[in-house]
């Protein structure tokens, strides 16, 4: 059934060292229920499920779903069991609380696999688990906007979005450093005219030169302002002191960046290098408090396209007239 009613008060209580049984409660239940729409697990998640950490005594669950337009079909479902829904950026999940918006014990977000929320989500927890001086800021913040906004529950959390954002950002580059690390390599801001930045994109333009349609119209042109702070960011990948991969962010429009000059030597394709240097421009592009990032891709390389595909992104129409593209793509990145 839609929510109705009034929205309760916002109240910070001390951690409950219950929550994580009450969790695992309402999972077991969730799994009988529509454990056939599940396909990315159930996760608990918000501050209650961060041990220490001050939280409104409500139990956040996370659900993976293939998409939201199937997972609309367990709805009734979910009200058997008590839960109320509401429109609540239904562009990114289905939104619900139990038993009532004036007495919440638990909220459920329904959310695809493949999203940037959901992937988020689970950072921004992850995260503050292991770093518990983040945590303590975090709790102290929450008391002293609940103190001021307890009445406000939406100005509440306007109000801590901005810590949110920042600390999503963090959590997505310390993951994408942990991928590097993992594959052997490091990546890390590089000065665009630095010397190992130019050997890299050297490599990027002879074989860009090698392409008859690139010969034909010349590409698109950049500057090394653009991807300075406070208008952007260049990346590189480097293995064994040896650039291996780069790529850039520069802002391309207010609340929207443009990533550039995204590289991967040949020879090292295929081991996920690629994805750490989107993934890395990304973090840094909600850094930069970005809402959405575009690109282009001049080529048929299947793997490329494949790539942004993965990562959510969207195929748009030309948005910067480069005559050398073929291809044009759009993410929206998550605004907590």
Same mark, same amino acid.
């Given at each position: 059934?839609?929510?109705?009613?009034?929205d309760?008060?916002?109240l %910070?209580?001390?951690?409950?060292?219950?929550?994580?049984?009450?969790?695992d409660?309402?999972?077991?239940?969730?799994? /009988?229920t &529509?454990?056939?729409? !599940?396909t990315?697990? &159930?996760?608990?998640?918000?501050? =209650?499920?961060?041990?220490?950490?001050?939280?409104?005594?409500? &139990?956040? !669950?996370?659900?993976?779903v293939?998409?939201?337009?199937?997972s609309? #079909? *367990?709805?009734?479902? $979910?009200f058997?069991?008590g839960?109320v829904? #509401?429109?609540?950026?239904?562009?990114e999940m289905?939104?619900?609380?139990k038993p +009532?918006?004036?007495?919440? =014990?638990h909220?459920?977000?329904?959310?695809?696999?493949d999203?940037?929320?959901?992937r988020?989500?689970l950072?921004f927890?992850?995260? $503050?688990?292991?770093n /518990?001086?983040?945590?303590?800021?975090?709790?102290?913040?929450? *008391?002293?906007l @609940?103190?001021r906004?307890?009445?406000?529950?939406?100005a509440?959390?306007?109000?801590?979005?901005?810590? &949110?954002?920042?600390?999503? @950002?963090?959590a997505?580059?310390?993951?994408?450093?942990d991928?590097?690390q993992?594959?052997?390599?490091?990546?890390?801001?590089?000065?665009?005219?630095?010397?190992?930045?130019? #050997? %890299?994109l050297?490599?990027w333009?002879?074989?860009?030169e090698?392409?008859?349609?690139?010969?034909r119209?010349?590409?698109s042109t950049v500057?090394a302002?653009?991807?300075?702070?406070?208008?952007g960011?260049?990346?590189l990948?480097?293995?064994?002191?040896?650039? %291996?991969?780069c790529?850039?962010?520069?802002?391309l429009a207010?609340? =929207?960046?443009?990533v550039k /000059?995204?590289?991967?030597r040949?020879?090292?394709r295929? /081991?996920g290098?690629?994805?750490?240097?989107l993934?890395?421009?990304?973090?840094?592009a909600?850094a930069?408090g970005?809402?959405?990032?575009?690109? +282009?891709?001049?080529?048929?390389?299947?793997? #490329?396209?494949?790539l942004f595909?993965?990562a959510?992104?969207?195929?748009?129409?030309d948005?910067?007239?480069?005559?050398? @593209?073929?291809?044009?793509?759009?993410?929206?990145?998550?605004t907590?």
């Amino acid at each position: 059934m839609p929510v109705e009613g009034a929205d309760e008060p916002v109240l %910070i209580v001390p951690y409950d060292p219950a929550w994580p049984g009450r969790f695992d409660q309402e999972r077991a239940a969730l799994a /009988r229920t &529509i454990g056939e729409w !599940i396909t990315g697990g &159930i996760h608990h998640v918000g501050s =209650t499920s961060v041990p220490g950490l001050e939280s409104k005594p409500v &139990i956040d !669950i996370l659900v993976g779903v293939r998409d939201l337009h199937g997972s609309r #079909a *367990c709805f009734d479902r $979910l009200f058997d069991l008590g839960y109320v829904y #509401a429109p609540y950026r239904r562009e990114e999940m289905h939104w619900f609380c139990k038993p +009532d918006p004036s007495r919440r =014990t638990h909220h459920l977000h329904l959310v695809p696999v493949d999203s940037a929320r959901f992937r988020e989500e689970l950072a921004f927890r992850d995260y $503050l688990r292991r770093n /518990r001086d983040v945590a303590e800021e975090y709790g102290a913040l929450k *008391c002293q906007l @609940a103190e001021r906004l307890s009445g406000d529950r939406e100005a509440y959390t306007v109000a801590k979005a901005e810590f &949110i954002r920042a600390t999503v @950002a963090r959590a997505l580059n310390e993951l994408v450093y942990d991928r590097g690390q993992r594959a052997g390599i490091s990546i890390s801001e590089a000065t665009f005219d630095s010397h190992a930045v130019q #050997a %890299i994109l050297t490599e990027w333009n002879e074989e860009l030169e090698a392409n008859p349609e690139f010969s034909r119209h010349g590409g698109s042109t950049v500057a090394a302002s653009d991807f300075a702070s406070p208008h952007g960011v260049f990346v590189l990948a480097v293995e064994d002191e040896e650039p %291996i991969g780069c790529g850039g962010l520069r802002r391309l429009a207010p609340g =929207t960046g443009e990533v550039k /000059r995204l590289y991967v030597r040949r020879t090292e394709r295929g /081991r996920g290098i690629g994805r750490a240097l989107l993934e890395s421009l990304e973090g840094h592009a909600e850094a930069l408090g970005l809402r959405q990032v575009r690109l +282009d891709t001049g080529g048929d390389e299947g793997v #490329a396209l494949a790539l942004f595909r993965s990562a959510n992104y969207q195929p748009i129409s030309d948005y910067n007239g480069n005559p050398y @593209a073929r291809y044009w793509f759009e993410k929206q990145l998550l605004t907590p």
